[in-house]
């Protein structure tokens, strides 16, 4: 089974400095990875994806990840991490099976920014 | 553009009582349909998951089910629900045979007292 980690339960930054989030996968085959978002009592909102190309992906907000293959990482990254970045993160590992697609998430970290 | 939508937004039930939670998409054919459950604002757990009228794959053996009705629009029962089905539930979709990613709706807290 395909599997992802999400090591820090939170990280805390101050506003104005880089924010990275890491996430590990452990998948057979080509890993598909995505990154999502919850802010409070929201649903998830997608933020990028890698499937194949670049190493580094380009998503909403400003944020960016970068796919590792020896590492077998894809942390999540903001250069200037603001207030409102504050939120839930979630990292996400597709699946494939008998019925069809299905994404494994891993566990959240949560991400404070303080100003 | 495509929307997802789900109600109640939130319900408070007792123990013992029957659940019925829905989810339409609007502006879409056939989507691959997500029922999640998130419990303590942490993870998600993946419940139930379809890709057509009447096609339902269970993750998790409990005390819930899921039907799908109509192309755009995934329901989760209970007929009696436990203390531990409280949680936060989202529902989610992705076009068929289309980009991986799933788009969440804004869920429904669910309250069991």
């Known amino acids: 089974a395909q599997s992802v980690a999400q090591p820090e339960d939170q990280v805390n930054v101050a506003e104005g400095n880089p924010l990275t989030v890491k996430c590990t996968y452990s998948?057979?085959?080509?890993?598909?990875l995505f990154w999502y978002v919850q802010y409070p009592n929201r649903g998830l909102q997608f933020l990028l994806k890698?499937?194949?190309?670049?190493?580094l992906v380009k998503g909403s907000y400003g944020f960016e990840a970068e796919f590792n293959k020896s590492q077998t990482s894809f942390h999540l990254k903001k250069p200037s991490a603001l207030v409102s970045d504050s939120a839930l993160y979630f990292c996400?590992?597709?699946?494939?099976?008998?019925?069809?697609?299905?994404?494994?998430f891993g566990g959240g970290t949560r991400v404070l920014v303080k100003p | 553009s495509q929307t997802i939508h789900q109600w109640p937004a939130t319900l408070v039930q007792p123990v013992g009582s029957p659940l019925s939670l829905e989810c339409t998409v609007e502006?879409?054919?056939?989507?691959?349909l997500y029922w999640y459950r998130q419990a303590a604002g942490r993870g998600l757990q993946l419940l139930f998951y379809?890709?057509?009228?009447?096609?339902i794959s269970s993750e998790v053996p409990q005390n819930l089910s899921a039907s799908r009705p109509q192309d755009r629009q995934f329901i989760l029962s209970s007929k009696k629900l436990l203390l531990s089905d409280s949680g936060f539930y989202l529902c989610?979709?992705?076009?068929?045979?289309?980009?991986?990613?799933?788009?969440f709706g804004p869920g429904t807290r669910l309250t069991v007292t």
């Open positions: 989610a979709w992705r076009p068929a045979g289309g980009p991986l990613e799933q788009y």
């Open positions: 998948v057979s085959g080509n890993p598909y």
């Open positions: 890698y499937i194949t190309g670049d190493n």
């Open positions: 996400a590992v597709r699946e494939v099976s008998a019925a069809g697609n299905k994404l494994t």
């Open positions: 502006g879409t054919s056939n989507p691959n």
């Open positions: 379809s890709v057509g009228i009447g096609q």
